[in-house]
């Protein structure tokens, strides 16, 4: 018997094994919804780890350079980044950013084609690729490192350092064949035509100030390489308005408050200050850049361990440009008695 009179025995078995199936349903709908967002989360925590700033290092044993990118937002719907390394060596915002499968991917292109970059988080590093024109790179990313040092009154000035001695290239070194470097020196003066390899200094540096006194010729352009990461722009741009591409601006980074710049041809004095990450720059007496932080690597750069002393860098292959003095005067904090 059924026991409510009013149904069948039949009609209720049936009415019981519907409740049951959905019961059953939902029970394993419950358990999808929630093992899919346990999934989503823990991709999503894993996403994070792309956030950040890195120094990546070209493992190609040919490549002289390295790269920046910044990446935040991962593991949330505002994902963002910047990047340098793409030709041209601006600071460029990626358009194309995504994270599939754990790996990071993004992809510039202009006339020469389309170059797609992809990484993976690996021990807290990155490991990736480059395809495209030039390719394939493979590149190593590190973690950029916090630099305290701050350019407060504590620093005190060593010896100063003729990097040019006005005769030679003495002290200096480059890429490729050190017989045809493309530099060359007379009375007193360094001299690039203009298709010259970027010159190093074979000395590393810190924390520094460096005078230099240059001229460039009409429509020519070089730079100086601050540790052999940071491009001081050297430019033929009199009357133009201050930009982060101009002359004594840190390139494609920071903007001089005033363009300073004498005419093309002329003698040119610019005084540079960097301690830590704060840099200073002061062009034919006037203030450019005072006190304002680095985020991180120019394209000038040639090795991504910013935590290290580096090199003093001369471009000299996007113009004629010409040095006749070079003066570097270590800065260093005294110790406590």
Partial sequence: MCGDPTLSCSGGKRLSDSLTRRGFVTLIRCKFTFLFAMCAGVLAAADVNFNGRWDLLLTNPNADKAWWLEVSGAGTSELKGRFIGFPGGDLNAINELKIVSDELQFSF????????????????????????????????????PVIRDRDDAAWLKSEAI???????????????????????????VLKSAGKARNLVSTKRFWNFELHVEYKVAEHSNSGIGLRGRYEVQILDDFGNPAQSHGNGALYSRLTPVVNASKKAGEWQTMDVRLVGRDVSVTLNGKSLIAKQKIEGLTAIAIDPYEGLPGVIELQGDHGAVEFRSIVLTPLFRPTAQ
Avoid: C, H, I, S
């Fill in 109 to 144: 292109e202009n006339t020469a084609g389309r170059r797609e970059y992809r990484a993976k988080w690996v021990n807290g590093q990155l490991q990736g690729q480059m395809t495209g024109p030039g390719g394939p790179v493979p590149f190593v990313g590190y973690r950029a």
């Fill in 162 to 188: 003729q990097l040019f001695n006005g005769k030679d290239l003495a002290g200096w070194t480059g890429f490729g064949n050190a017989n045809d470097l493309g530099w060359t020196v007379a009375d007193g």
